[in-house]
């Protein structure tokens, strides 16, 4: 008689980028009693939407000696670098991200990741967990699901005509590599946002060889701000007693700063606490946060390595990029490309450029990003937003939360869908110690369950035992 303890279970991890390959890799690290499946339809495992970046220009943000994908071990990034990449690297260095993204595929490789092509399209809830549907027809059974699902495309700009994005004048997605096709080096081109996509794409243009003037349209008109040295402060310019309101904690980094601390050692002694502090502040401050602070705070705590600060610099001064502070209003096609329209202080202004790019940044309304799983399980109440609308809801350990307010059993997410409900959760420090936690809740998990197992089958045996013996003795 083949015994439940003896099949085997099976964690399916959705989404094979950076969070989803350090999930399962952690999970092969542990030594997990259960079968770990990555699906994924692109064949080279953790890479995801920023580490698969064709250029060598686009360089990490966060420095090699900090950013080790294991948490244990500080320094296996950077061994990992000088052996493969760059022998001279220092703890400083600002890597290219697609070096990045082959370290972490190299992970994949040495413990041997088990991997599905496929998309998942479905999520059908049961007794034992779930089963997924593929894009390819197939079924697979899993007893635990993990959303790494990363990030997605921006959300719809306002105005964009029909013809602009059929003429190709509009492009909604700055990594498509048709986004940089037959476009004239010398034409002027416009970039929607002036965040770190927006860096990416003025580098990639012009490693491509676009000589063109750039015109960056923001509502705020500010690039990120670069990486320098500082004396590090020893412990959070907030203090924990702090009054949890905007007002209160922007008092106290200003306070620190006032007292000569370097804003970004301010800014860096937030970072064990920031999610805390965020989850510590009432709804309505979390709105007034996300309405007048959000911007302030991603320009200062997500900081352009030096070098790729320089390019930006060098080009603003010469006026071959240039800010366009104001609303993005329309975007129509010309003869030439495109007109676009923004709303300023002063009115409306209208430029026209052979090519308008969206560089606002992946949209964290799941509702609308055309995944068909998350569809369904929007339909299905599996899954809700965070309470400000975008993200998932879940409990502090990645469980998800349905409709009705239920934790599940079952259902986990890392990464970029945890800004649902937390501040900061799209930076590999960050990741990879949700990976790891996320990891060893699992593992227990199945331990229970195969505990629970053990003693259900040690029941069903003394049940069949027991009327043998009575009979016997009868």
Known sequence: MKTRDAVTRTIAIIGGGVSGTLTAYHLLRQNADARVIVIDPRPKLGLGLAYSTPSLRHLLNVP???????????????DWLRANHDAEAQPTTFAPRAVFGRYIHSLAEDIGLSQV??????????????????????????DFVVLATGNFDPAALPGISEEAIKTGAYCHNAWAPETYENLNPDAPVALIGTGLTGVDVVLRLRELGHRGIIAAVSRHGVFPNRHADYVPLDESAIPTATPPTCVAYLHAIHTAIRNGAD??????????????????????EQKRFRRHLQRRWDVVRHRMAPPIAEIIDAELKAGTLVIREGHLAAVDATDIGASVVI????????????????????????????????????????ISSGPLGGGFLCASD?????????????????????????????????????????????????????ALDGLATSNVVRRQVEPRVEAVLA
Request: charged share 20%.
């Open 398 to 450: 990645g469980a998800m939360i349905d409709a009705p307010g239920n934790v599940s059993e079952g259902m986990f997410n890392l990464g970029p869908g945890r800004l649902g409900t937390l501040l900061e959760s799209i930076a590999v420090p960050e990741i990879r110690q949700q990976a790891v936690q996320l990891a060893e809740l699992l593992s227990e998990h199945v331990r229970e369950a195969n």
């Open 263 to 284: 804003w970004r050692a301010v800014i860096d002694s937030l970072r064990a606490t920031t999610n805390e502090l965020w989850l510590a502040l009432p709804l309505h």
């Open 64 to 78: 090699a000696g900090k950013i080790s994908a294991l948490p244990d071990e500080p320094d296996h990034f950077l």
């Open 343 to 382: 709303r300023t202080h002063a009115g409306t202004e209208r430029f026209t450029a052979a090519r308008v790019i969206n560089c606002t940044g992946p949209s964290m309304n799941f509702r609308r990003v055309g995944s068909a799983l998350l569809d369904r399980l929007f339909e299905q109440g599996l």
């Open 117 to 142: 092509l496929a998309f998942v399209v479905d999520y059908r809830a049961n007794k034992t967990g779930a089963v997924l549907t593929l894009d390819t027809g197939h079924e697979l059974r899993a």
